[in-house]
T-cell receptor, first 114, second 113 residues
Framework: AQSVTQLGSHVSVSEGALVLLRCNYS??????LFWYVQYPNQGLQLLLK??????LVKGINGFEAEFKKSETSFHLTKPSAHMSDAAEYFC????????????FGRGTSLIVHP | EPEVTQTPSHQVTQMGQEVILRCVPI?????FYWYRQILGQKVEFLVS????????KSEIFDDQFSVERPDGSNFTLKIRSTKLEDSAMYFC???????????FGPGTRLTVT
């Protein structure tokens, strides 16, 4: 079985500041890990994914995430927040070689202040 | 860019009524999914569909739920007798291969009164 914990239902940053959204996972086998973004009134869009290749994964819109097995973490970062980054962010884990159905975290709402 | 579409965007229904939520997956995709998100809670997997049959389903997907691909383009989720607790956002997704990225639709907000 797999699960995901996202720390903080809301994260508030100023425009230009570092964005850090935390995700910890639990998986019985080497996982696939994903970050999705959901803008208002839209579906989930994949930001980036880790599938056992490079531990530092670069995604769209300047986001990246680092897979740290020792910490069972896959935190999402962006060096400089933009107003357009305000959205809901979901971390998800799947079993990769087994079922590819992702298990989602509760989501973190990113608020960006001018 | 191809996208998954869902209709309607918002459906209001009375308890006990049947509803059908519709999805048009990306045209060359073969795997189809339904998820739901109750307000303030996690996105939860309901069912996956491949080759005209259910390939996986969760505990949530009980006998009141069914899925169908009635033609070459639509993928539907039917709830036979809605309950208040079925109120949620329902997302459809599709992918070309199980291990690939799933593309999500914008969702249908179902409100059961």
């Amino acid at each position: 079985a797999q699960s995901v914990t996202q720390l903080g239902s809301h994260v508030s940053v100023s425009e230009g500041a570092l964005v850090l959204l935390r995700c910890n996972y639990s998986s019985s086998v080497p996982p696939y890990l994903f970050w999705y973004v959901q803008y208002p009134n839209q579906g989930l869009q994949l930001l980036l994914k880790y599938t056992s290749a490079a531990t530092l994964v670069k995604g769209i819109n300047g986001f990246e995430a680092e897979f740290k097995k020792s910490e069972t973490s896959f935190h999402l970062t962006k060096p400089s927040a933009h107003m357009s980054d305000a959205a809901e962010y979901f971390c998800a884990v799947s079993l990769g070689g087994g079922s590819y159905i992702p298990t989602f975290g509760r989501g973190t709402s990113l608020i960006v202040h001018p | 860019e191809p996208e998954v579409t869902q209709t309607p965007s918002h459906q209001v229904t009375q308890m006990g009524q049947e509803v059908i939520l519709r999805c048009v997956p990306i045209s060359n995709h073969l795997y189809f999914y339904w998820y739901r998100q109750i307000l303030g809670q996690k996105v939860e997997f309901l069912v996956s569909f491949y080759n005209n049959e259910i390939s996986e389903k969760s505990e949530i997907f009980d006998d009141q739920f069914s899925v169908e691909r009635p033609d070459g383009s639509n993928f539907t989720l039917k709830i036979r007798s809605t309950k208040l607790e079925d109120s949620a956002m329902y997302f459809c997704a599709s992918t070309s291969d199980r291990g690939n990225e799933q593309y999500f639709g914008p969702g249908t907000r179902l409100t059961v009164t």
